[in-house]
């Protein structure tokens, strides 16, 4: 029932009461006949019950409630201060305190993972699929990272959901692909999502045939690096293939010529040791510079092995577009390793470098 109801009823019934005893005394005068004089009390009574109940309706807006909304929690309270308070508040005792209830709001992440979809393999040549829900910004990029064992760094930028590249040994790799913002040239990933890792066996390439001219010496197995035709032959010319006793840690010029347009296009040097990674190599690598090639010749300084630890080598002379993945690793491979004076070697070579010509060697 509310206090207004409350107010009413009390407030009739006093009233009938007082209009009861103002009767007894009509009557007694005999001014007025006695059942007449009952309606009309009575429905003075009800009138004065309807309208003081209408007239305290009128003001229940302004009495505290344990009414809530969806935002607000109303706890009313008492209160002894004497400090003033709304003038639209019935009582200068209650108090209502307005506590904000406020719900977790869960932000979906800006950057979604990419969902890797699977790896067709062919021969040593690898090819990685990944999809994305979200368009690409101007200054995000896939950063591809594989390895044997861990992933690493993004060894390869690219805007394309797929990516083709030569693996150069058998083993247990992980993978993943993760959005990068910043610029490919300088390999600095700010890293805004990475995609789950998963892992895949590469069991290796088919053996290579059968050399027609077979060295002393048993090399480490090697497949060619396969990449987009060129308009270009080269040869190694300074050293034999199934030269024997090279010394190692230490310089030795490689040299050898070479024919078509290189317009656009950079020579590499690669040593591929037993480790089975390769090396670019680079006669300044803090400088980060290619082969250096002119009217017909190029020459190289490479190094080769451990002291007092004969081993055999590959060395393959490669050509490579400017600015293509490829090239791009191998500058970086070399920026890395002057940084940190530590150089591990490429476990895979990116697309976009084409093998000239290669020999075995093998160290003293």
Not at 42 to 53: G, K
Not at 66 to 78: F, Y
Request: charged share 20%.
């Amino acid at each position: 029932m509310k206090i207004t109801d409350v107010v009413a009823a009390v407030t009739a019934l006093l009233l009938s009461i007082l209009l009861g005893l103002l009767y007894e005394r009509w009557v007694k005068a005999g001014a007025v006949k006695r059942t007449a004089t009952r309606i009309i009390v009575i429905s003075l009574a009800l009138l004065l019950a309807i309208s003081i109940n209408a007239f305290l309706a009128g003001y229940q807006i302004f009495v505290p409630t344990s009414a809530t909304t969806e935002t607000l929690t109303l706890t009313p309270s008492l209160t002894s201060t004497s400090s003033p308070t709304d003038t639209s508040t019935p009582t200068s005792t209650l108090k209502a305190t307005l506590t904000p209830t406020r719900k977790p709001v869960v932000q979906p992440p800006l950057y979604p993972e990419p969902e890797l979809l699977g790896i067709d393999i062919i021969g040593c040549k690898a090819t990685f699929h990944w999809k994305w829900g979200e368009q690409l910004a101007e200054e995000a990029y896939f950063g591809l990272r594989v390895g044997i064992g861990d992933p690493g760094y993004s060894r390869v930028w690219t805007k394309e959901d797929q990516y083709t590249c030569t693996l150069a040994e058998a083993g247990e790799y992980v993978w993943e692909v993760a959005i990068c913002r910043g610029d490919p040239k300088a390999r600095v990933c700010e890293q805004l999502a990475v995609s789950e890792r998963k892992t895949f066996h590469f069991g290796g390439c088919q053996p290579a045939p059968t050399p027609i001219m077979p060295c002393s010496f048993v090399a480490p197995y090697r497949s060619p690096i396969e990449g987009p035709s060129v308009d270009v032959e080269a040869s190694i010319t300074s050293i034999e293939n199934c030269t024997d006793n090279l010394p190692t840690s230490t310089s030795i010029s490689l040299g050898g010529t070479y024919s078509g347009d290189l317009t656009d296009k950079e020579l590499w040097v690669l040593v591929y040791p037993p480790g089975l990674s390769y090396y670019p190599q680079s006669r300044d690598a803090c400088r980060s510079l290619s082969t250096m090639f002119r009217d017909g010749r190029w020459v190289e300084t490479i190094y080769l092995g451990r002291p007092g630890a004969p081993e055999a080598f590959h060395i393959v002379l490669v050509v490579a577009e400017i600015g293509s993945p490829a090239s791009d690793a191998f500058h970086e491979y070399l920026d890395r390793g002057c940084r940190s004076n530590d150089y591990w070697g490429l476990n895979l070579i990116p697309e976009g470098a084409t093998e000239l010509d290669s020999i075995v060697v093998r160290t003293k």
